[in-house]
């Protein structure tokens, strides 16, 4: 495919799915709009529709010790969930999910947002051999999807958590805001079990006794019969990231970490390292015009986003010795991985046909 660019973002033809209008418009853009028209809460409506779902979420957790669970991770999103939600005076329970990966930013950001906010914490550690040969399974599978075990297990601890408490609210950080664009095969399997346990059956050696995983009929079970309810609530607000990211950091003393998900070191290599140079994925074009839907940063202003490194070489470098020792290879075999076939989750089993199919039916789950 000859290259182009989105006239108005900055999504490109490195998207494999691709497809532009007459006027140079891209479909990413097009979903956006769709999107925005069904889910987007006008402005106005925001504060009203904010104190609706609060006095709701106080009212069924009256006679609990939480009333809703938070995940966090020391990033800008989840910690802005935490300080709003203790805000509007809700009594949440964070909920982290220790894969072995956090770098000591993160661990300080953590500490201190939850010291000085006075919120529990529940840590789930997941056994280290085990996960990081879940890991090694999604980096032979030759997917963009290596991310998955860590963005799975959370969506499964979360909602494993609200039950065992008896939550009936998971609250997240994921906003039209900063994150409506995101191509299906740069990224999928946040929901799907089967995909998870397929690439570890084909790949993996040690048996997933401490990962949360999660399939559908499991999800539904939350969600229909405990009646778990999943709360977007950034989308209730007037979110811009860059007036949160110095709020944070004036009342909660929060550090920034360079980087949309760079809180973890293994997202960070991955993201800056992996998916460029094997891929041909460059995520930032997704976040940035991200931003550029919802207004917070021009197209200018992100194409010279662009010219920028994903990161310094140097922590490149530092990264690349760290992961390929944590993980067990040896520089040979890295770079072997690195040199094979680029896959998608469609030469794996999956439920991408059935989760497709049951989005005409999201008014029935609680999602929002």
Known sequence: MEYRICSRCIMDTTDPDIVFDADGVCSNCHRYDEISRARLIPMDERPARLRQLVDEIKRKGKKKKYDCIIGVSGGVDSTYVAYLVKELGLRPLAVHFDNGWNSELAVSNIEKILKKLDIDLYTHVVDWEEFKDLQVSFLRASTPDAEVPTDHAINALLFKTASKFGVSYIINGQNLSTESILPVKWGY??????????????????PLKTTPLMGLAELFYYMQVKKIRLLQILNYVDYNKAQVMELLKEKLGWTYYGGKHYESIYTRFFQAYILPRKF????RKAHLSSLIHSGQITRAEALEELKQDVAPADVLQQDKEYVIKKLGFT????????KQPCKTFLDYKTQYRVLEKAKQYRKYFKFG
């Open 189 to 206: 399997g946040y929901y799907d079990a089967t995909y998870v346990k397929d690439v570890h059956k084909k790949f993996g050696k040690v």
């Open 280 to 283: 041909n994925i460059d995520k």
């Open 331 to 338: 520089d040979s075999e890295f770079e072997n991985i690195m």
